[in-house]
């Protein structure tokens, strides 16, 4: 039905930064030469001092990962003053409200450079510090990546939480890093909903008593409550304050960003990157993958409560002095156009988004593609899951009306930027692969005893040596990044992810191997929801695994044991919603609930989620082995009793 191979469009590929023969040649480099290939790639930053060694890592116990040793530069300055002198009137961010007809914000080069000083200064009138951990909590306006920078300038580390989550989670969140300062605004818009951030935050807040003071951007004009002497609005700081602050100098390895991801146990770890390798390896995947030029307006619809947002809305593509659009609200929102008609009235050229926006559009039908023109488009991307061939013939034939290459970019939070990705001039590509690796990027394939798959076959993915941009630890818990990264397959880095190689040797991502479940791009442990479901008294015991679900991608399916004595209904069904979305927030929402009288265990007492997987998947005559169950009967009875037959 698809095409197998679509292959470089040589109008891209004549002015592209690499075609064919360049990605071989730097690959091999990158490969053979690790040192020099990384030194000549951080001359794309400013650095204070140059570094004395480029890498030192190591992937077996004591795990340490260290790049560009002894260097200095600051990140802020990288991604703001350095572009001064040339693109000081360029814009830097352009910001498209959520409701379309309000105004349309731009932001110079040298406006963001005094906002970024302002809120620096700001910070250190609160006491900020350097090394001091900082806590973000906004929607998605200019001011959420003035704060962010005006973090890196002053040398503290911003830990962003998705303006989604709950205030238990944003509580969890506060405590871990120990942090005392937050950064909000009153509240913030999504499609036609409004959310209370700065209530969240109160909430959050009595259940965490670390935080000294709350900085509040007012937005929405919402009623909230100020605590004196804790709570300070913006706006009135914003006049007390200098619109010049001097950049701090900061090791390549003093830590940028903290960043809280789900894994498959317990709660979710506070994923650090830093500052050199860190910038040196978004800067460059944005040129390359996206194949960033200068005249490009650029967009990616991420939040910046995520990886995605950190990487490919600030840091990469200011660090390229782009103009980067901060889109706040939703795809379908007031109409399935939305993206299209910001695609027209920006003049976008590069466009990045997901697999479940496009999944969602898709069902709505093409007239509401068709009636923009998104003349401008050059470059089409997407991430956060794989993509079904069919979103991607729609991408690339309806949005792209057939002239824009795809690039399906794979990596992860952990890995900071992009790691398996086409590049527009230089490789071909077949829907629902992530193709071929980045510069410096060893993908592996091992069977699960961790030997080596060669050539065609499957496996999980593992990589074989570091890439600038990794993570360096999981914050005040080394041991829990050696164990979840370096344990399973000593001497590589566990992705989490299986993949299957072609004979092109192009991989396919065909998901994750661990109870980490993707939820419309969004990552959630099933180990949380199932302990926020036990937090409702009426809940003896819960099982969470994902099943597929047409436009989310994964599905949430919960498995649910009441309490002797509790009688289930669809009452108490919508009670456990409610649990969950006030536990984690509204993206851990279960979309089906099965009660289950009894799980079914090992003898050993071990839940069998294999066994809940298949049932959930609707392929009951798959489950396998289910001799070593306690009660082989309990099987028979949740498969009558599914949800999605
Ligand atoms: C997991 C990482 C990195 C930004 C967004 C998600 C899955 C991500 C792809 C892709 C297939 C993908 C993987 C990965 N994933 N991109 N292009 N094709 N799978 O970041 O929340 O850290 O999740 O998302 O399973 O391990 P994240």
């Not at 990794?470 to 566990?494: A, I, K, L």
Request: charged share 25%; with cysteine.
């Amino acid at each position: 039905m698809h095409k197998d191979l679509y292959p470089v469009k040589p109008e891209i590929a004549k002015n592209a930064w690499i075609d064919e023969s360049k990605y071989k040649e730097m690959y091999e480099q990158s490969i053979k030469n690790p040192e020099e290939f990384w030194a000549k790639q951080a001359e794309r930053l400013e650095w204070y001092s140059k570094w004395n060694k480029v890498k030192e890592t190591q992937f077996t116990k004591p795990v340490s990962i260290k790049w560009y040793l002894g260097g200095k530069l600051n990140v802020s300055y990288n991604c703001i003053d350095r572009h001064l002198k040339e693109r000081g009137d360029k814009v830097a961010f352009i910001w498209e409200p959520d409701n379309p007809e309000a105004a349309v914000r731009k932001i110079t080069y040298k406006e963001l450079h005094k906002e970024v000083c302002k809120l620096a200064n700001i910070l250190k009138d609160m006491g900020v510090k350097k090394g001091d951990f900082v806590t973000i909590y906004m929607p998605m306006i200019p001011e959420a990546t003035f704060a962010m920078l005006a973090c890196a300038r002053i040398g503290a580390v911003h830990s962003v939480i998705f303006g989604g989550f709950a205030p238990d989670s944003i509580a969890d969140r506060i405590a871990d890093c120990e942090s005392k300062f937050v950064i909000t605004a009153d509240a913030g818009y999504r499609g036609s909903k409004v959310i209370q951030l700065k209530e969240n935050i109160d909430k959050a807040i009595v259940k965490s008593d670390n935080v000294k003071k709350v900085l509040v951007v007012k937005y929405a004009n919402t009623k909230v409550e100020m605590k004196a002497g804790r709570d300070l609005w913006y706006h009135e700081e914003v006049q007390k304050v200098s619109d010049q602050c001097e950049p701090e100098k900061m090791d390549a390895e003093d830590p940028l960003f903290i960043l809280y991801t789900s894994g498959s146990t317990g709660k979710p770890k506070g994923v650090m990157h830093t500052t050199g390798g860190y910038l040196v390896f978004v800067s460059m995947t944005h040129q390359y993958v996206f194949d960033y030029h200068d005249n490009d307006i650029y967009w990616c619809t991420a939040d910046v409560g995520w990886v995605t947002g950190h990487s490919y809305i600030v840091y990469g593509p200011l660090a390229n002095g782009a103009t980067s659009l901060i889109f706040e609200g939703v795809p379908t929102y007031p109409t399935p156009s939305r993206f299209w008609e910001v695609i027209d009235k920006h003049q976008v050229s590069i466009f990045y988004s997901s697999p479940t926006a496009l999944r969602s559009l898709m069902r709505e039908g093409d007239q509401f593609v068709k009636n923009t023109s998104r003349k401008s488009l050059r470059v089409l991307g997407s991430v956060g899951e794989p993509i079904n061939p069919e979103a991607w013939a729609w991408y690339h034939d309806v949005v792209g009306d057939g002239r824009c290459p795809i690039v399906d970019t794979w990596w992860q939070t952990e890995t900071g930027g992009i790691l398996i990705s086409p590049l527009p001039g230089a490789i071909g590509q077949k829907p629902g692969s992530a193709t071929k690796p980045f510069f410096g990027v060893q993908p592996k394939l091992l069977t699960l005893e961790g030997k080596e798959v060669q050539g065609a076959g499957d496996g999980v993915l593992v990589l074989a040596d570091s890439w600038p941009g990794q993570m360096r630890t999981v914050y005040r818990n080394h041991s829990r990044f050696e164990d979840t990264y370096f344990s399973n397959y000593p001497g590589y880095y566990f992705t989490g992810d299986g993949c299957r190689r072609d004979e092109d040797g192009y991989y396919w991502i065909t998901g994750r191997v661990d109870d980490v479940i993707n939820v419309s791009g969004h990552r959630i442990g099933t180990a949380e929801i199932e302990s926020a479901l036990v937090a409702n008294h009426k809940v003896a015991e819960a099982a969470v695994v994902g099943y597929p679900h047409d436009i989310k991608g994964q599905g949430i399916y919960a498995f649910v044991t009441l309490k002797a004595g509790e009688l289930p209904s669809d009452e108490v069904r919508k009670e456990l919603v409610q649990t969950v979305r006030k536990e984690i927030g509204p993206i851990a929402t279960p979309d089906l609930i099965q009660w289950a009288p009894r799980l079914p265990k090992t003898r050993s007492g071990k839940i069998m989620r294999r066994i809940l997987r298949k049932i959930a998947e609707n392929q009951p005559d798959q489950l396998g082995d289910t001799t070593t169950l306690s009660e082989p009967g309990v099987v028979q009875e949740l498969v009558d009793n599914r949800m999605n037959k």
